[in-house]
């Protein structure tokens, strides 16, 4: 159980003035835990591009500091949300490789999707020659509605 000065230190760490970009992905650890394509999509599509590495240091230090603070806010809730706080935890260590890592596994350093023909297509890199096509992503569209269900 978390003491007061745990408490108190975790309430300090969660009110450094937050950047905009935590302000938009502090709860992507929800989107990259269902789908890492997805999550990988909503960076991507903020910075037009992959986002430069301090976006990714802001990044860890902020999940790390919203995790640590929502363990000890599901207190209140019961066993069942500090039990899946602290699975969030592990997962968010994992992510970040004990936090040795800024960039989390689940970011797809190069996954590329581009329409041709009403087609979603997995690229390389992204380029509007068919000549640099790789696998159709039907497979992913068909397992992302199973997981919608």
Do not use: C
């Amino acid at each position: 159980m978390l003491g007061i000065k745990s408490g108190e230190m975790l309430r300090k760490i969660h009110s450094i003035p937050a950047s905009k970009e935590q302000e938009e992905f502090n709860r992507i650890v929800w989107s990259a835990t269902v789908s890492p394509h997805f999550a990988t999509g909503q960076i991507n599509g903020y910075f037009d591009g992959r986002p430069p590495i301090e976006f990714f240091k802001l990044l860890a230090f902020y999940i790390s500091g919203n995790t640590l603070s929502s363990i000890y806010w599901a207190i209140q809730f019961g066993e069942k949300e500090i039990s899946t706080m602290k699975n969030q935890a592990k997962n968010v260590l994992s992510w970040f490789d004990n936090m040795n890592n800024p960039v989390p596994t689940w970011y797809l350093q190069e996954f590329y999707i581009q329409y041709i023909d009403n087609v979603p297509y997995k690229l390389k890199a992204v380029s509007n020659d068919r000549s640099q096509r790789q696998q159709s992503i039907r497979q992913f569209i068909v397992e992302w509605n199973i997981a919608r269900m």
